[in-house]
């Protein structure tokens, strides 16, 4: 799987969107990007993922750039809610079902929605 | 969405002791689940990949005969941590593909006194 690099640590006030980027330079023509969160003691939930159109769903959207070495992941208006670690991943697309891959989870980054 | 359950959500236990780790698949059939274990302050880190009707498959680094793993239907897998130990105390996570998205359990926090 191509790594991933993302901030550790990200600031950003409730009500305002929260943009956090992630560089993926290694990433290969079937590997999506894929993009997890984790509040604290918590499993971690699927957010969103890509393949290298945009994407765009009811918790956040996802902007891939053309040569898919980087994307950001957007949540248009953070609520205090949205604290969490957020993880990007870059991994093979899922062909079969009731199978998938493992998820390899890197540092993330800790995101922190501040009243 | 889909959703993925575990019990117990904590347990204590005594050094030396077993404890075992529910995983269940609520609303789909998974014939693979994945067991994670994430220390403080760490990322989750795969322990095994557990596989419906045959062994499980275990990372470098973890112990197959201390981590007993059983996938015997397509919605249950479980986790036995045997002769249980401070070191193993951590948060277990267990996750399933209903389809293109890998669904987490909640977690279940293992203290080892």
């Known amino acids: 799987d191509a790594k991933t690099t993302q901030p550790p640590s990200m600031d950003c006030a409730e009500g305002r969107a929260a943009n956090l980027p992630c560089n993926h330079s290694?990433?290969?023509?079937?590997?999506?990007v894929y993009w997890y969160r984790q509040i604290h003691s918590q499993g971690p939930q699927y957010i969103i993922h890509g393949l290298k159109n945009n994407e765009t769903n009811e918790m956040a959207s996802l902007i891939i750039t053309e040569d898919r070495k980087s994307s950001t992941l957007i949540l248009p208006h953070a609520t205090l809610r949205d604290t969490a670690v957020y993880y990007c991943?870059?991994?093979?697309?899922?062909?079969?079902?009731?199978?998938?891959?493992?998820?390899?989870f890197g540092k993330g980054t800790s995101l922190l929605v501040t009243p | 969405g889909a959703v993925v359950s575990q019990h117990p959500s904590r347990v204590i236990c005594k050094s030396g002791t077993s404890v075992k780790i529910e995983c269940r698949s609520l609303?789909?059939?998974?014939?693979?689940m994945f067991w994670y274990r994430q220390f403080p302050k760490q990322s989750l880190m795969l322990m095994a990949t557990?596989?419906?009707?045959?062994?499980?498959?275990?990372e470098q680094g973890v112990e197959k005969d201390k981590f007993l793993i059983n996938h015997a239907s397509l919605t249950l897998s479980t986790l036995t941590v045997t002769s249980a130990h401070p070191e193993d105390s951590s948060f277990y996570i267990c996750s399933a593909t209903p389809l293109y998205e890998q669904y987490f359990g909640p977690g279940t926090r293992l203290t080892v006194t």
């Open positions: 609303d789909f059939q998974a014939t693979t």
């Open positions: 290694t990433i290969s023509g079937n590997e999506y």
């Open positions: 991943i870059v991994r093979v697309g899922v062909t079969n079902s009731n199978s998938g891959y493992a998820l390899n």
């Open positions: 557990s596989n419906e009707g045959s062994k499980a498959t275990y």
